[in-house]
């Protein structure tokens, strides 16, 4: 069996291994595959590349976004009636032909309504989200209320 694969090498592959054809071929499948892997490569980069631009791109438009936010922001800001909310609001000022009506405390409070423990409580349930209605519906269903 040795003496076979020694026959075998010597007659078909060793040959071979000295052919300028085969050394040229060899050589020239050496080169492609560089070439090939060279090329590959360029693809990945210029895939991550691409995908940094991109990513960039979208922050650079989501930074343009929030400026148009604020500029819309600061032009509100100079118009007269934000002028105005403010005076309202943080001086209590008022425009011209307005009345300004103080009411004593001792007034307004005689005005209020009392209601019932059985009043309020059908107010506070109105005021619950549905959710929360629904949760006291079954709590009620198992208590037997």
């Excluded at 060793?14 to 499948?29: A, E, S, Y």
């Excluded at 560089?34 to 990513?55: D, R």
């Amino acid at each position: 069996m040795i003496n076979q694969i020694k026959n075998y090498y010597n007659d078909k592959i060793r040959p071979n291994l000295r052919d300028v054809r085969f050394i040229g071929l060899m050589v020239f499948l050496f080169i492609m595959l560089l070439v090939t892997w060279s090329g590959v490569k360029s693809v990945q980069t210029n895939y991550e590349l691409q995908k940094q631009i991109s990513y960039l791109q979208q922050q650079n438009d989501l930074q343009k976004l929030k400026n148009d936010n604020l500029r819309l922001k600061n032009s509100y800001y100079s118009t007269n009636q934000y002028v105005e909310l403010s005076a309202r609001q943080n001086f209590g000022l008022q425009s011209s032909g307005e009345t300004e009506v103080i009411i004593p405390k001792s007034v307004a409070l005689r005005q209020l309504i009392t209601l019932s423990d059985d009043q309020s409580t059908k107010i506070s349930i109105g005021s619950q989200s549905a959710w929360q209605k629904h949760f006291e519906e079954w709590i009620n269903f198992f208590m037997n209320r």
